[in-house]
C-alpha cells in the first residue's frame, strides 16, 4: 500500500534494550547497634557473637555421677527387742554368784529321728538343708578315714617294694653269675682254635665274592663280613696276648 510507512531497517532495531533491576534493599538485623553506639563502645553484637567471653567457673562444670540414678536409702529395722528400762548391774565382791558346772539335765523327750546336716548358705547366717546327692553337702571331708592313705595304694605301694626287691635279688645273681673267671691253659686254646675256624670260614665265604660288585644286597654282605673278620682278629690277638702273659708268669 502506498499509504503504510515502514521504518528504515537498521541494526539499533535489532539490539535489545537493557533493563534495569532493581535490587532489594539489604536486610539489617534490627539487633545491631547504630553507627553511633558502633563508634562508642567496641563489644557490640554482630553475626558471630560477643568479641569477650566470660570464662565459666569450675565450680559449674558437670561433676562426676551426677546424673546416675541413686537408689533410695535402705532403712534398717531393728528385729530385736529393745527394753527402755535400765538392767540392774552385775554384783561386785562377795555377792557374787557361787561358779561350777551346771547339773545335767536328763532329756525327757524321746529322741527323734538324726536330722539332717545343715549347711550355711548366706553371709547372715540363714541355714538350709540339702540332700547327700545335691551337691552342696561336704560328704568327703566328713568321713572318718578322710585324710589318710586309702588302702589300694597301700597294697599297691607293698606290692612294687616286693617286686623292686626281687630284681635287685635277680641282679646280684646275675652279676655274681657273670663274673670273670680265670681260664685255664687248655680252655684259652680251645677258644682260640674256635675263634680261628670261625675266622677262616668267614674269609673263604668273603673270597667267595664277585669281583664286581654292584648290588645293595652284595656291599651289606661284604661290609657285614669285613666288621665280623676284623672283630675277630682283635680277640685272637687278645687272647695270645694274654695267654703270653699267664705264661710268662
Partial sequence: MA?????????HNFIEKTVIIEKPQRYVSKF??????????TNYMKTMGPTKLEMPLPANFLKKHSKEPKLPEIKQVKSHYTCSMKKPAVPTGPFLPPVGTPPKRKATTPMGPKQPPCV???????KECHSKNSGLVPMYIRKKDYGEVPNYLMRRKAKHQKALEEYNINLKKQEQHETMKCLSDKECQEIIEDLKQKYSELN??????????DTPSMKTKKVRLEVEMKQLEDDIKLLDRLDSICKNK
Fill in 3 to 11: 499509504g503504510d510507512f515502514f521504518p528504515l531497517e537498521s541494526i
Fill in 32 to 41: 545491631r547497634p547504630t553507627v553511633l553506639e558502633e563508634t562508642k563502645s
Fill in 120 to 126: 550355711v548358705d548366706t553371709n547372715k547366717g540363714h
Fill in 204 to 213: 673263604a665265604e668273603y673270597l667267595r665274592l664277585p669281583f664286581v660288585i
